[in-house]
């Protein structure tokens, strides 16, 4: 049975530049079929649901869903605010801590504004929604530096809002608001961690993805989970990070933003000062910008949240989490931007589908183990370990006739890498950023992810990943492993960043082989 999505007031908010989008995926399956209600309540809505996430449903993935049509009139869908005489309200569309969806949301002198007749109390703090986008630190000093003040966010009402960049109507003037059409990510986050590929693309943009998907109550073609109905991103604002703020140094942060979504424009944080100056001018009247609709992200934000700060220090937790409760993330969300990402790499069909495939259980999969090595780098097994795994793992794979491959991620290209990851089964590796490729794995009821960390120690970096896209995540302390539904905390101990990891190998290959088995299901 397919699970009923709760529709929230504004299922999906569509705007010009989705029409096609939309339109195509129509054309595609004519058997789904979407709701649109172009009505957003005035208010924030209150979406919250502590009840249970209930579990995904495979069936889910593969049938179509069955949903009343409603015909895409442009005049229905197309915004029509009026911004010469008009200030259309600010609202909420969808929020968690870090994570806000806005409609109508403004910025003037590097100040949002959310323009309301409803009091403040009707909104979310703003501390959960942004902060003044400093580096963070775990000092007291630094905790409050980066608490929002009114000069990051604050209301007006619409006559204030008037008063400030409002025209006089008996002169016919308009109004002193620019609008920024379209969808826009707002990431107000510092370059601190988006120059790094797990924290820019499997927490930035996966978090991001999940939300602005389960805000607009995405549907996700079934049959090639390849086209999404969610609204298309036209730009993504990096407000305190440079050009290369957001660039990783092997260069993945690029390539996949890239790749899955080519039209996207970036401006950075000099832009982003081009468009404060632009509307404080001290020979000019204050002028303001209007934003249309916008995913306002930030990491301080969602460190104040539950999910994040107490339990999975994953930014990209409060924002998958809430759409999970929600009842609204499409089985395949996450699929879309990684068939594009592989696509773009050239991987052929085949290879993308083997996460459906599996998942329908229309074929038996080839089993391909991939162990990522980093001898060549900083933190690593013993040596002697890791020979006596590379032995293990070769005796088994070759006992099983399974596909074994031991690579050095920094020695193959971009392509080959997200070629591999396109088709491994289990992906073993020491904690670090070569792991980030799992984002990448076909998700398949055998996927699994064997995280090798020195012995006591824990992060929640890969697990909380593997996890959130259906995988099984084991870590293993040389000679012991963890895994679900065990709750594990973060621990750094001594040796965590070293040389000196030991591996008991039969450890690894007993889970490996049990995981194919069925046996660790
Ligand atoms: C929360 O979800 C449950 C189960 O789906 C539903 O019965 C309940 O009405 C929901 N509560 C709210 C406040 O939406
Ligand atoms: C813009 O904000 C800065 C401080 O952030 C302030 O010093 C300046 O006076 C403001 N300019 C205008 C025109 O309001
Ligand atoms: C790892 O486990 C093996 C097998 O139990 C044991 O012989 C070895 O001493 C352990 N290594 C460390 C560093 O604890």
Redesign the pocket.
């Known amino acids: 049975m397919p699970r009923p999505r709760?529709l929230r007031d504004a299922v999906l908010i569509l705007i010009g530049a989705t029409t096609m989008h939309l339109a195509s995926v129509f054309l595609q399956e004519p058997a789904g079929s979407i709701v649109v209600n172009t009505q957003v309540s005035s208010h924030f809505i209150?979406?919250?649901?502590?009840?249970a996430p209930?579990p995904l449903d495979v069936e889910e993935a593969v049938k179509p869903k069955e949903r009343e049509v409603q015909h895409l009139l442009q005049s229905e869908v197309s915004s029509t605010v009026d911004l010469a005489y008009d200030f259309p309200e600010t609202t909420i569309v969808a929020h968690a801590p870090g994570w806000t969806v806005f409609r109508n949301l403004y910025m003037s002198n590097g100040t949002l504004y959310i323009i309301s007749s409803q009091h403040a109390s009707s909104f979310p703090d703003i501390q959960y929604i942004t902060s003044t986008g400093l580096f963070a630190e775990n000092t007291p000093e630094n905790i409050a530096a980066r608490m929002p003040t009114s000069k990051d966010m604050d209301f007006l009402t619409p006559a204030q809002a008037r008063q400030r960049w409002g025209g006089s109507p008996d002169k016919r003037e308009r109004n002193r608001v620019w609008s920024v059409a379209g969808n826009t990510f707002l990431v107000n986050e510092p370059s601190q961690f988006l120059d790094h590929y797990y924290h820019f693309c499997a927490e930035l943009m996966f978090g991001a993805w999940s939300f602005w998907s389960g805000t607009f109550n995405s549907i996700v073609d079934s049959r090639t989970a390849a086209l999404t109905t969610a609204p298309s991103v036209d730009r993504m604002i990096f407000a305190h990070a440079d050009a290369y703020g957001w660039r990783d140094r092997p260069g993945f942060n690029s390539y996949f933003l890239r790749a899955a979504f080519p039209s996207l424009t970036v401006e950075v944080q000099a832009d982003w000062e081009d468009r404060i100056a632009a509307t404080a001018s001290r020979s000019a009247p204050a002028r303001a910008w209007h934003l249309d609709t916008v995913l306002l992200t930030d990491r301080s934000a969602a460190f104040r949240g539950e999910v994040c700060g107490a339990r999975t220090q994953r930014i990209a937790g409060e924002a998958l989490e809430h759409m999970q409760r929600a009842?609204t993330l499409a089985r395949w969300w996450w699929e879309p931007l990684r068939r594009a990402t592989l696509r773009f790499a050239g991987v052929d069909e085949p290879t993308l589908d083997i996460g459906i495939r599996a998942q329908a259980q229309i074929q038996a999969q080839s089993i391909v183990i991939t162990y990522i090595s980093r001898q060549g780098a900083r933190r690593h097994l013993i040596d002697a370990d890791h020979e006596q795994l590379v032995r293990a793992l070769t005796a088994m794979c070759t006992s099983h006739g399974w596909e074994l491959n031991i690579v050095q991620a920094e020695r193959l290209t971009k392509e080959e890498q997200l070629e591999l990851a396109a088709r491994t089964t289990v992906m073993i590796g020491v904690h670090g950023n070569g792991l980030t490729h799992l984002i990448m794995m076909p998700v398949t009821p055998l996927s699994t992810v064997i995280e090798i960390f020195y012995p006591g120690g824990f992060a929640h970096d890969y697990e909380w990943t593997t996890q959130a896209l259906g995988m099984r995540h084991f870590a293993v302390w040389n000679d012991t492993y963890h895994t679900y539904p065990e709750l594990m905390s973060p621990n750094y101990p001594e040796g965590f960043q070293g040389t000196q990891i030991p591996v008991y190998a039969p450890t690894v290959t007993q889970i490996v082989q049990d995981r194919i088995a069925g046996r660790l299901s």
């Open positions: 709760a209150e979406d919250y649901n502590n009840s209930a009842g």
